[in-house]
């Protein structure tokens, strides 16, 4: 914990022995920015607090605009809804006041409702507000440093992807959408590292890009997880199931490195495919078990709580779609079941092993 | 010293720290290791060994045999369920696993309940095969006291007493099934305060706690909004009091055994309630609204304001 000032002079030194004399650091800033962080410090529960306060603000707001007459001007709408985003991350940048992030968050959302609304009214096509959309939230990813903020823009443009691909009918290419974000999961969570020194200014933009990149692949896997909400065809769906699977694979060598498994190193990778192969017809199923590798090998707890959530909603819905009779379903759950009861007694002494020490 | 992700993250950002160095401490100090893979792997195996059989056996009984004798299916689901029980006893298992395979053993006692009623035509409320269910898996619960298995019980005693209100008790007013509710689980609640504070074992874990907390906390707003909405008032102002009461000692746990969870569910609920009072004010028409929207902003801003400087009090006590 760098809570104090000695704290932070031997975490320092420490550093420096490892990093020979190159290594410099800004120690007077460190200091400044560390004691904000400590008062500053804002826990998840503190971040759902701001969400759902900023949820309900948000809906009474956009009330009142309707309320007002403002619904029938669709510019005023526009220019409103542009000024409640931009001037709301100004705001918050300026002003850094954590007392002000619900009312910001509140009028950010109330903005980009409004702007689409506008849009509506003024015969623009969908394309055309999907566009809009998508530069918005680039321009906020370029201006802001909040967290919520960013956050939001970054769901809002995978939204905005996702439904141009379906409203063009273009509905295979949510194969290309899973491919991409999830390889780009994979990457940058790995590679946090990099990320961070590579980008030194941006290091603040790292954490809600996670958790965006997390929320935005399972958007799309949940798409394609149950059966009547996407018209994808099913001779495609193999696609993102190899994607899917083919990480967890490059994720399970990886931990075999770690765990320094010499032996059967082959076979547990074998084992593990076919094990996923059985899921090939829900990607959903494998790129929730992915968030959950991923984000334990990590140590991002929310990122678990959420594949776990996921993987336990798309497997239920993976039975609930199959189109067979109750029997044979609950045949193919038993044999899983006995499955892992098997793999338990035969993973057991390994995975044991170390316990006694 | 054990330097956490945001601490490294800030001293990446003003320093050149090399990313090999950084690479190496994130490895060190937050990733999970050898260790940690292990545990999660014997413990994901079994929970998914586990889930599995026990759904398997839920879908094979619900499945309509029409071949098969009743006295086969009643002896098949007993042979399962007593198998669940015994088999763990006599295997030389870590207690962590021995309460997973109970608590699938505990839902299995649902699925002869249901198989039961099924064969012998039981009454049409499903009242009687919840409050059955939840009775006989009591005495699990209590012994095993695992976290899952407890959570399992409380939804069952609210899902019953739900039925029994929607199936029988149809002259109970609906406030009266929140208060009820509300009852119920804010006692489960202080039960369990009281019983952490006589043994430290028994001690909640966090995420069960929260899970009650904002269980408890939906009940009453969702029963005061309703309350405040709907035409029927019956039962309101005992509902009115025993959140008053319950409040008060929730706010008085918070700042006796220093929980901030407490602060933030009490608040927020408060917010929320607030806010309904607000918009049912009849008086500037759409203006009412703004002032909503900036109550709701304005009071969540003091609260998190509050939130952190308590949490960093307590947190340096």
Redesign the interface.
Known sequence: ??NSEA?IK???S??QS??GE?????EE??MG??IK???????L??KI??V???L???S??S??IF??GLQKNGIGLLVVGVLMIFGTLLLIKYSGE??????CV?YFITGYLLFGYGCNLLKQSENQLIVYYISISFCVFLLSKNYLMILISMLVFSASLLSFIHLNKYDQLIHAYILIYALGMVLFLLN???F???F??L??L??PIRIGMILSLLMGLSLIGSKNLFPINIQMIWISSVVCIGLILYLTNH?LI???VQKSNRLILAFTGLILLTTVLSPAISGAILIIMLC????FRPGIGLGIVATIYFIAQF?YDMNV???V??????????L??L??FF??KY????EKI | ??????????????????????????EEQ??????A??K???IA??C?????????????F??NWAGMHRFLKLALAEAVLMATIIVPLFLRLKGLFKKIILTGGAVLVGVLFGLFGQIYQTGATAFDFFLGWTLFISIWVFISNFSLTWMLWLGLVNMSLILYANQLAFHWPTLFVFLLLFLVDTGFLIVAQFLSIKNQKLQMPAFMLNTILLLTASISTIGIFIGIYDKVKDDFVPLIMAVIVMYSLGLQQAFSRKK??YL?VIA?SL??IL?TLI?KIKLF???M??C???F??????????Y??NT??KWNVE
Not at chain 1, 98 to 103: A, D, Q, S
Not at chain 1, 296 to 299: T, V
């Open positions: 914990m760098l704290n031997t975490v320092l420490a550093i490892a990093e190159g290594f410099v650091c800004k800033e460190l920015e560390a962080i400590i008062r500053r410090k804002s826990s529960m503190i607090l701001t759902i306060g900023a309900m603000a948000s009474f707001l009330n009142f309320l007002t954590l007392f002000l992030e619900t009312l509140a946090e590292a990099l961070i020194t590579k030194r200014q290091t603040t790292y954490n931990i770690k765990m320094n334990f090998s990590i140590n039975y009779s109750l029997f379903k609950s045949m193919l759950l038993l044999s899983t079941g006995v892992f009861i793999l338990y993973t057991k995975l044991l092993a170390d | 010293m054990k330097l956490s992700r945001n601490d490294i993250h800030l001293i990446s950002r003003l320093s050149n720290w090399s990313s090999e160095g950084v690479a190496r401490t994130l937050v990733y999970h290791d050898a260790l893979w292990k999660f792997l014997r195996i079994i998914l060994a586990v889930g599995f059989t026990t759904a398997g056996l839920i879908f094979f619900a499945y901030v969870i933030a927020m917010i929320v806010a918009s028409d759409e203006w609204y703004l909503n929207s900036l709701v902003v304005i009071s969540v801003g003091f609260l998190i304001k939130l952190m949490q960093k």
